[in-house]
């Protein structure tokens, strides 16, 4: 299987995105690991990405994407057949969601099972974002689609505006810049940051929706 998309400014950083409402059960105790569930692995797929921008302007661009109707090829695996292969299903959906950042973006991770996601701004600011609205809107966009098997990319579509709405929920500034950036698997809220200052920060919540983290502004545990 292998599809494309295309977004208007080139992305260096991609992460997976787990939506909140793929959790099995609730978190009742917010710093006990988060049991997952396996599922079936049948056809067709559903995968979520977020993805950063870089641009030739001030602020770049955050992408919330859904790739959909994902089905196996024909020839998966036989490399004789695979540049002509067909889909068994029909052609892949993709959309996405553009979202405006603060700066250009050198480095996005998601928080999985939750709405979360950290992003390194070139500004030297560590940004968090919830994204809980636009994953909401994407799902209501197709939800009552009457074509689920139409290609998204081969109809006519206006350009996708930039969302008006700030999902930004806490900014960290920062000595310099940094591309070093991801969560705890085990404890939700977690993240460490590395910069150009030679420090590795480690950040930790006061709540599970990330809206302040203890110590404030001030660096909780830092490493040279």
């Known amino acids: 299987m292998l599809v494309r998309s295309q977004v208007t400014w080139p992305c260096y950083s991609v992460d997976w995105v787990i939506p909140e409402f793929f959790i099995p059960q609730p978190i009742k105790n917010f710093y006990a ?4 569930k396996l599922y079936e692995d049948t056809y067709p797929y559903s995968v979520y990405f977020l ?4 641009t030739s302007e001030k602020n770049g661009i955050l992408y919330y994407m859904k790739w959909f109707n994902l089905h196996r090829t024909l ?3 036989d490399p004789d057949n695979e540049a002509d292969s067909e889909s068994e299903g029909g052609e892949p959906l993709m959309d996405h969601i553009a979202i405006k950042a ?3 973006i050198n480095k996005v991770r998601t928080m999985k099972h939750s709405n979360i996601a950290a992003y390194w701004s070139d500004l030297g600011s560590i940004e968090l974002v919830n994204i809980q609205s636009h994953i909401e809107k994407m799902e209501e966009r197709w939800k009552d689609d009457e074509d689920k098997d139409a290609d998204i990319n081969k109809k006519p579509q206006k350009k996708r505006k930039i969302e008006a709405k700030d999902c930004h929920v806490k900014s960290f500034k920062k000595k310099s810049e940094g591309f070093a950036l991801d969560w705890n698997n085990f404890l939700p809220g977690v993240f460490a940051c590395g910069g150009y200052d ?3 920060e480690v950040f930790l919540p006061k709540d599970e929706n990330c809206s302040d ?3 404030g502004e001030n ?3 830092n490493y040279r």
Not at 33 to 36: G, L, N, Q, R, S
């Open 33 to 36: 690991p988060i049991k997952t």
């Open 51 to 54: 993805a950063g921008s870089q």
């Open 75 to 77: 020839y998966d695996g």
């Open 102 to 104: 603060k700066g250009n």
């Open 198 to 200: 030679n420090e590795i």
């Open 213 to 215: 983290y203890i110590g």
């Open 219 to 221: 660096n909780i545990y």
